[in-house]
């Protein structure tokens, strides 16, 4: 059984900053590529970070700079750091995984709602 749980989510104030972490149990960590997407009302979901199994990543334009991804194999767990929150940065936050050996597989977390505000 496949469970992506997301935390750290939260209230924080515009400047501020926010880490958040997604635990992975029931597969081969490292057999995934990962990733951060964020949705906010009204608007599609965005991928706004991503890691592959090797550790490369790539960013949103919008975050470069301020949010960093990163991932612990050992401990099946990926995180973001995120700095210098802005309004716009309000969002339900959502990791991702897609399993890239052997079979084809993606999987979703539940969810973590960040809100920026003062």
């Known amino acids: 059984h496949v469970q992506l749980v997301e935390s750290g989510g939260g209230l924080v104030q515009p400047g501020g900053s926010r880490r958040l972490s997604c635990a992975a149990s029931?597969?081969?960590?490292?057999?995934?590529?990962m990733g951060w997407y964020r949705q906010a009302p009204g608007k599609q979901r965005e991928l706004v970070a991503a890691?592959?199994?090797?550790?490369?990543?790539t960013y949103a334009d919008s975050v470069k700079g301020r949010f960093t991804i990163s991932r612990d194999n050992a401990k099946k767990t990926m995180q973001l750091q995120m700095n210098s929150l802005k309004a716009e940065d309000t969002a339900v936050y959502y990791c991702?995984?897609?399993?890239?050996?052997?079979?084809?597989?993606?999987?979703w977390g539940q969810g973590t709602q960040v809100t920026v505000s003062s």
């Open positions: 991702k995984m897609i399993r890239v050996v052997g079979p084809a597989a993606v999987y």
């Open positions: 029931g597969i081969i960590f490292s057999f995934y590529d």
């Open positions: 890691i592959t199994s090797g550790g490369s990543t």
